[in-house]
Antibody, heavy 121, light 110 residues
Framework: EVQLVESGGGLVQPGGSLRLSCAASGFIFSSYEMNWVRQAPGKGLEWVSYISSSGNAIYYADSVKGRFTISRDNAKNSLYLQMNSLRAADTAVYFC??????????????WGQGTLVTVSS | QSVLTQPPSASGTPGQRVTISCSGSSSNIGSHAVNWYQQLPGTAPRLLIYSNNQRPSEVPDRFSGSKSGTSASLAISGLQSEDETDYYCAAWDGSLNGQVFGGGTKLTVL
């Protein structure tokens, strides 16, 4: 069974940092591209970042570029999101999401349960 | 302001067929496949339709998708009360080098 379990969320002050982790199981993690998607309270979905299966290709939403860093450790079946210079607008539930392979359109086929990040003083 | 445009709400009666539209541009829907997600309250989204019109095996065939030019649609036939929830369209955007989502449509079953 595919499982994605996020951790590391919490309350942080504006300007602070937080590192999210996602533990993957039930599939060959090193073969899949991964993403982070977030959802602010009561709002819609917003894509945050993408990383290729090898980690060689990385993309970010303009809203987090220069502040967030996505990475992965295929030996540990883990995905990470380092978040620096956090703002109130970054308050959201952050989902770790797997991308379906060999299918056009980059569909996101498995989602974690999400971890809440709250940026507030 | 979302890159893809969806109506904020839609409604229908049990058994009816409803459609939800999703409008984009040449850099996203116009040149990449569209995916649809369903999100029940308090849960993570789940993939409903991928590659414009493909259904994961666990999704009932009451759900279907289509695409034409820079627009796409999700159709739900035989509407059921359990379909009352939020729906999102999404596509890769070649100009932004990232996924873009619609703002979401809240479906009400009257």
């Amino acid at each position: 069974e595919v499982q994605l379990v996020e951790s590391g969320g919490g309350l942080v002050q504006p300007g602070g940092s937080l590192r999210l982790s996602c533990a993957a199981s039930g599939f060959i993690f090193s073969s899949y591209e991964m993403n982070w998607v977030r959802q602010a309270p009561g709002k819609g979905l917003e894509w945050v970042s993408y990383i290729s299966s090898s980690g060689n290709a990385i993309y970010y939403a303009d809203s987090v570029k220069g502040r967030f860093t996505i990475s992965r450790d295929n030996a540990k079946n883990s995905l990470y999101l380092q978040m620096n210079s956090l703002r109130a607008a970054d308050t959201a539930v952050y989902f770790c999401v797997r991308e379906r392979v060999a299918v056009s359109g980059a569909p996101l086929d498995y989602w974690g349960q999400g971890t809440l990040v709250t940026v507030s003083s | 302001q979302s890159v893809l445009t969806q109506p904020p709400s839609a409604s229908g009666t049990p058994g009816q067929r409803v459609t939800i539209s999703c409008s984009g541009s040449s850099s996203n829907i116009g040149s990449h496949a569209v995916n649809w997600y369903q999100q029940l309250p308090g849960t993570a989204p789940r993939l409903l339709i991928y590659s414009n019109n493909q259904r994961p095996s666990e999704v009932p065939d009451r759900f279907s998708g289509s695409k034409s030019g820079t627009s796409a649609s999700l159709a739900i036939s035989g509407l059921q009360s359990e379909d009352e929830t939020d729906y999102y369209c999404a596509a890769w955007d070649g100009s932004l080098n990232g996924q873009v989502f619609g703002g979401g449509t809240k479906l009400t079953v009257l």
